[in-house]
């Protein structure tokens, strides 16, 4: 091969290599591209700077819980709009690169009968060019992702007999397959409902039965179902035709039940956790197509717990141990074969009823992890069976919100990661950070 062919073939070799190094993710549903909690991009940060992390941008926005989601181009959100009166729901869409507005659609929205009305709670989901995204009293949105036009629109409420719980409609949209399946429960609502991605046109709906905080998930090891955990059943459906493949009645708990975490699966995806305030900590496996329940742990209550009794934050299943966030904001190392405490912590998060952190998985080896707490710090740590290891620690985002039993101003919505940044937002702005090694977005800018 001639010496300048060969350059330009190594040249292109190194071109290629370079690309696929620098690949990133996007996180475009509830917990990230694959909606488990793991972040796969790789060059990233070890420490934080002495002085803190230095914003790429920020934009000013409403109240809210509703996690950002990411895509290539843009980052999307949901809020109460800027008023402190309003009575209307926005979802917004921003330049990734820059934080400036794309658009935003904005509809009426009284709330009635919620409790932490802040503002809306459930993700916007992305999907093949439109955002789905679903309000705190059952409004239902397909909106192109680009312009924010409205495609169709569904009352939950109204057109299904949805009934808003204590805590608002917040179980984000789920879509797969053409399907958009999301939580519809009440005393006569279906507990899950999919609709035609395209018209929103009704392709089939689930028994009837409250519902819950839980977004509808997908279990690995179970292509072609969906597992929904409403308020008294988990069941697996068909997404196909919503036959129910296989259910089991949640046990009735004082003084509620929450059923707000999603699915924790294993590696392999044929096991996954359940953890509840009240009602402890369960694990299922996959065994010819039936989901059997290994273990059940519950304490006493809600200050006498056992296993782990989790809210808001989902845990973190690496290898054999799963970690979590306790009731009374603990976090605890627990064995995956049988629930037993290995170690306990009350470094993460200040303790108090609900206290809440975020665990982000980064990649699918190793132990480390990446944690926003309800008081904004962001936490760079490795989780082992020996305990918990801090690397570093600093702010990333301020609280703003008052709640019961609580000193301190919290922040309680998601983070996104993406583009090798983190997107966080409190009731006042939306904000990205860069956690590339080399300081920069390492695909695009």
Known sequence: MPVQRFQRFVGVLLLLNSTTLLRADTWPQWRGEKSDGIWRETGLIDSFPA????RKWSAPIGPGYCGPTVTEEKVYLMDRGLESDSEEERVLCFDRHTGEPVWTFAYSS??????????????????????????????????????????????????FRAEVPTWGVSAAPLVING??????????????????????????????????????????????????????????????????????????????????????????????????????????????????????VRGKNERNTEGLHSLIGSPAWIDDHFYGIDSY????????????????????????????????REGEQGNRVWILNEVGEFILAEL???????????????????????????????????????????????IAVSLAADGVNGRTE
Do not use: C
């Not at 002085?51 to 230095?54: A, E, I, K, R």
């Not at 059952?138 to 680009?146: M, Q, V, Y």
């Not at 939580?183 to 409250?210: C, F």
């Not at 279990?219 to 296989?246: E, M, N, Q």
């Open 51 to 54: 002085d803190g992390l230095q």
């Open 110 to 159: 009284v709330y009635e009968g919620v409790a932490y009305d802040a503002g809306p709670r459930a993700s916007v989901t992305l999907s093949r060019g439109t955002a789905f995204s679903l309000g705190t009293m059952g409004h239902l949105h397909a909106l192109d992702a680009e312009t924010g036009e409205v495609l169709w629109k569904r009352n939950l409420v109204e057109e």
């Open 179 to 296: 399907r958009v399946i999301v939580q519809s429960g009440g005393t006569a609502g279906p507990a899950a409902l999919a609709l035609d991605a395209e018209t929103g046109e009704e392709l089939w709906r689930g028994p009837a039965d409250r519902m819950s905080y839980s977004a509808p998930t997908i279990p690995p090891a179970a292509p072609g179902t969906v597992i929904v955990w409403s308020d008294s059943y988990l069941r697996s459906f068909s997404i196909g035709d919503g036959k129910v493949i296989w259910e089991v009645e949640s046990p009735k708990v004082r003084p509620f039940a929450s059923r707000v975490q999603s699915p924790v699966f294993n590696r392999t995806g044929d096991s996954f956790i359940l953890s509840d305030f009240n009602d402890g900590t369960r694990r299922f496996d996959l065994e010819d197509k039936t989901w059997n329940e290994a273990w059940h």
């Open 329 to 360: 904001g603990s976090l605890i190392g627990l064995k995956a074969s049988d629930s037993s405490r290995v170690w306990k912590t009350d470094s993460v998060v200040p303790l108090s009823r609900w206290s809440t952190a975020f665990i982000i």
């Open 384 to 430: 082992t069976p020996e305990g918990f290891q801090e690397m570093d620690r600093t702010q990333l985002i301020a609280g703003t919100q008052e709640v019961k039993q609580r000193e301190h101003l919290i922040v309680w919505s998601h983070p996104a990661f993406a583009h090798r940044h983190v997107y966080a937002r409190n009731d006042r702005e939306l």
